[in-house]
């Protein structure tokens, strides 16, 4: 008995191409199983079309997006467009990785056709993990800054068209601070007698400053505080009547309404910035999610083309 017909006897079940009969069967049986060449191969072409797909997403997001709010598209639109685009990059660069591997490995004489099949769905496999390796280190590099700081950008002027969209009025009342209170606090009513002027500022021929850091600083501790000293409101009323002619008690009531404006505004800007943070953590549960997704379809995409390439590599 020849080496072949023995080989034949220990792999009753061994598939042998019929091209290849006369190749040695111990040359199958003691093959490696895994082809790392192939492998490489497959993970270098995927990752390079994973490169190649993200920055074209980056250019044609850019394009579609603008700052003003009647212009390009919405900020949502633009969200699911790039999860799209990040799941059609994984199917096209996970599968072209899988056939290479499948179609470069080299040939088993002597291996039963379910090994045959299995060795080749681990190739497609093995390539989409070096690929997936080797593309999470480029978008980590110089290269990557060029591609996540396009994302960011894409987002950015995602983000300004959709502020774009809100009223311009409520947008001015939002950013007010503690100085625009203290002065509408010390403003002149056009209708209303102004009080004389005291002594020094009369023989100096001018009206007294108006003490606005002074009543920005109060205003500002007491917001901290979370509410207004009587003391406080009684000084600020002085100070009002003093620089407006009103009487006292309407002026601490203006005092009063003043800092309750004030909270408001501060308390809708906690408010939106707590939505805004809600938004965003939703959003990178989302981003997060579909990223998870998509790598799943891309290891399942990248195995079943090394099946394919494996038998197309089988049939020739």
Request: aromatic share 6%; proline share 3%.
């Amino acid at each position: 008995m020849n080496v072949s017909t023995a080989a034949r006897d220990l792999a009753p079940g061994a598939h042998l191409h019929p091209d290849y009969d006369d190749v040695d069967p111990d040359e199958g049986l003691h093959a490696h199983s895994i082809c790392w060449g192939a492998i490489f191969a497959g993970a270098a072409a995927a990752a390079s079309l994973s490169l190649i797909l993200l920055m074209l997403g980056v250019g044609l997001g850019l394009s579609s997006v603008s700052p003003w709010s009647s212009e390009g598209m919405t900020a949502t639109a633009f969200g699911v467009s790039t999860i799209l685009w990040l799941t059609f990059t994984q199917l096209a660069a996970s599968a072209m990785g899988g056939y290479l591997a499948g179609r470069l490995r080299l040939r088993w004489a002597a291996v039963h056709r379910d090994e045959v099949y299995f060795r080749d769905t681990a190739h497609g496999f093995l390539a989409w993990s070096v690929a997936t390796v080797v593309t999470a280190a480029l978008l980590s590099s110089a290269a990557g800054a060029i591609v996540s700081g396009g994302a960011k950008a894409g987002a950015v002027v995602a983000g300004a068209a959709t502020a774009a969209a809100a009223p311009a009025a409520a947008a001015a009342a939002s950013a007010a601070g503690p100085d625009y209170f203290a002065d509408t606090l010390l403003r002149k009513d056009a209708t209303l007698a102004v009080a004389p002027a005291t002594a020094t500022g009369a023989a100096a021929g001018t009206a007294p400053a108006a003490p606005t850091g002074e009543v920005t600083r109060i205003l500002t501790t007491s917001m901290e505080a979370g509410s207004l000293l009587p003391d406080d409101t009684r000084y600020l009323g002085q100070l009002v009547a003093q620089r407006t002619g009103l009487s006292q008690q309407d002026a601490e009531k203006r005092v009063t309404d003043t800092f309750n404006r004030m909270q408001s505004k501060a308390n809708a800007a906690k408010e939106a910035a707590k939505e805004a943070a809600d938004k965003a953590r939703k959003a990178s549960a989302v981003a997060s999610l579909w990223g998870f997704i998509s790598l799943l379809i891309g290891a399942f995409v990248a195995s079943l083309a090394g099946t394919l390439g494996g038998r197309h590599r089988d049939q020739f």
